[in-house]
């Protein structure tokens, strides 16, 4: 099954409620997964622009952006992103797909 990472800032009202009362978000999160057929793999929280990175195995891209969607949705986030990962497997594939194919870029 394809990985997901998805990256995630904070609302300040969510980071205020975390503060005054700290709760376990990974269960929270690996709880939504599992309820779309996902399997929530690691949640880190970060220092930097993002608050919290995710890792996540879906079935499918309409999954990972049910998921993205229904965090979005949630209002206790400021801007997020979801990324779709590649293992080198699949990576060195597209290597070999992009081998002789050309690209020309707009003449100027």
Not at 16 to 32: F, G, T
Not at 75 to 102: D, I, N, P, V, Y
Request: glycine share 8%.
């Amino acid at each position: 099954m394809p990985h997901y990472m998805f990256t995630a800032r904070y609302t300040s009202a969510s980071i205020k409620a975390m503060i005054a009362s700290p709760v376990d978000r990974e269960a929270a999160a690996r709880e939504l997964a599992a309820s779309l057929g996902a399997t929530l793999h690691h949640l880190y929280f970060a220092f930097g622009a993002d608050d919290v990175v995710a890792i996540v195995e879906a079935p499918d891209d309409e999954t990972a952006a049910a998921l993205s969607m229904s965090v979005g949705a949630s209002g206790g986030f400021s801007a997020g992103a979801t990324t779709r990962l590649l293992t080198s497997a699949e990576a060195q594939a597209a290597m070999a797909k992009a081998q002789g194919a050309q690209y020309a870029p707009p003449a100027g």
